[in-house]
């Protein structure tokens, strides 16, 4: 990823990804050598580990930085996330930028992409169990591509498993 850091998704582990004390349902952030970036929004806040960067995913399923702007796309970390089990459900396709990087070794703000477990907090850009109301969250950032998979006459059963960017050729 940018600045040389390394990145990954941890799914939630039924902690509903909004636990400050672990890992779970986080993206982490960390040097090659194993160091944490300074620049890390958790840094210094000793109930949240230093390598999380961004909270609230429940299961995703592949992440990749597009860092080939050579054709006009934008440099983003797509994390595909798969929603939970009952309905009203969302799976999702979240991003994070480097000006998310930025903020945070700016003033520490760190995205929230809003899963706290089924029926709680948000799911796609919505309050958990609504398919109408916002989600409220401060910091949560809306998916750049969501679906329902779960509800009746769903164009779709399926879940999100993507990860790989293609920049055409």
């Known amino acids: 990823g940018p600045e040389g850091a390394l990145w990954a998704t941890v799914g939630e582990q039924f902690t509903g990804g909004q636990s400050d004390g672990d890992v779970y349902g986080d993206v982490i952030r960390i040097n090659p050598d194993g160091t944490v970036p300074s620049t890390n929004p958790t840094v210094g806040d000793s109930s949240v580990p230093d390598e999380v960067f961004a909270e609230g995913l429940r299961n995703p399923f592949r992440s990749q930085w597009n860092l080939d702007t050579s054709k006009g796309s934008p440099v983003r970390y797509y994390i595909g996330d798969v929603g939970g089990n009952s309905d009203p459900d969302w ?11 930025t903020n945070a070794s700016n003033d520490g703000t760190m995205v929230n992409f809003g ?3 089924e029926n709680a907090g948000c799911e796609g850009a919505y309050e958990g169990g609504s398919t109408t109301e916002d989600c409220q969250l401060p910091d ?3 998916p750049l591509y969501d679906y329902q998979h779960t509800r009746a006459g769903a164009s779709t059963d399926a879940s999100i498993s993507g990860g790989v960017v293609y920049n055409g050729d």
């Open 115 to 117: 899963w706290s477990g």
């Open 140 to 142: 949560h950032r809306d």
């Open 91 to 101: 799976e999702e396709v979240n991003v994070l930028t480097p000006e998310d990087i």
